[in-house]
């Protein structure tokens, strides 16, 4: 393999179009924030009446879509995919065009998103001025990998195919998340019947209450009534950090999967652990829930048998009476979420104390049913929980395969696209 700069490989450099704003037409205009290298986010896109002597400037199929500055991280890129439509990219969009035929667009779109290129692309950004950007005369000057056309093919297949199967799973990501909304929204105000089915009024009886509309069988009580809420450092002084101590935990201490991220949290003095221990102990299932800074985010703590935490001044602790999962669903929930936000903009201490938490009204189903409930939502967390590791080990397999493809550490030059991909 050899490097080669980018402008040696064929393609045009033209720079997008500055439409007039106040006229609507039937053209699409991509500013440079929609541009991502999953593919252009067409919800920030507008419509325009593009200038004729711009007509040019229309985007084909496989034009790469560079984005030079404005809104959106600088020197992320787009492959263009859409046809028959007549779109345009905005002026801090440089449009990248096949014009020799000496290297394929996706395997030039794949190296312009190698960390490598984009170390380069951090390294030619202009901010004399003011505004960061890069020029089109640097973007030329960008050096890449090159390889003959067929190897360039079957590593634009390769990485084509984890773009793809990334993609999907975002899409089952935004599914799940969608359907958890709706089901968290009818679970928790509606519930589910002793046949397993959701409630309705026209099924089943309801009653008026302070939230609304709720089965005729439950209540709506004050949070403290179903849970011990502790101030885990009263005199809400943040204790110093040491090098080798005690996790002390916040609601950013915690990873996707709901496992606490001990690794990277801050650390104290085993004297703070020790101090919190005497008032109170922490087990799973107890959930902590920001107060100041991050206000509500509640965690639910995982198994903490064994291990010693101790909690920020920033948090409360929760320990509910009964079925840690329902009270967890429900603090996340819209109406509990509602509530808080009210209180903060009520007033103008930027803080969420003991009281307020305790005063906050929940709806509260029979006992039998909280589990129903809190059920049904842990097996959907599951699912999307899933999909989530699945998309982790996809991103971190494609950036292995772009270190050892376009590196050349790994040659492909023997194997075509189709073998590649079975």
Known sequence: ???????????????????????????????????????????????????????????????ILFNTGGEGTIGRCSLFKLQNTECYADGFVVRLRDEKRIAIPDYVFHALCYNDTLNQINNLKDGTTGITSIKVSNIKKLVLPFFEIAEQQTIASILSKTDEAIAETEILIVKYNRIKTGLMQDLLTKGIDENGNIRSEETHEFKDSPLGRIPKEWDVAKLGELITAIDPQPDHRTPPSVSDGIPYLGISDFLESGEIDAKNCRRVSDHVFEKQSKAFTIESGDLIFGKIGTIGKPKILPDVKGAKYALSANVILIKPNECPSFIYWTLISK?????????????????????????????????????RISEKLVKLESLLNAQKINLRKLNSLKVGLMQDLLSGNVRVSNITPNQSAS
Do not use: C, W
Not at 14 to 38: Q, Y
Not at 40 to 60: E, G, Q, R
Not at 339 to 361: C, W, Y
């Open 1 to 63: 393999m050899k490097y080669m700069e980018l402008g040696k490989f064929g393609f045009s450099f033209v720079k997008g179009i500055n439409p007039v704003k106040s006229k609507e037409g039937e053209a699409l205009l991509i500013p440079s924030g929609a541009i991502f290298p999953a593919g252009v986010n067409y919800s920030k896109t507008h419509k325009i009446i593009p200038d004729p002597l711009d007509k040019n400037k229309v985007l084909k199929e496989s034009d």
């Open 335 to 371: 109406y509990i979420t509602d509530q808080v936000n009210l209180a903060i903009h009520s007033t103008s201490q930027p803080a969420f104390g003991m009281e307020k938490i305790r005063s906050l009204d929940i709806i509260t189903p029979k006992p039998d049913e909280r589990i």
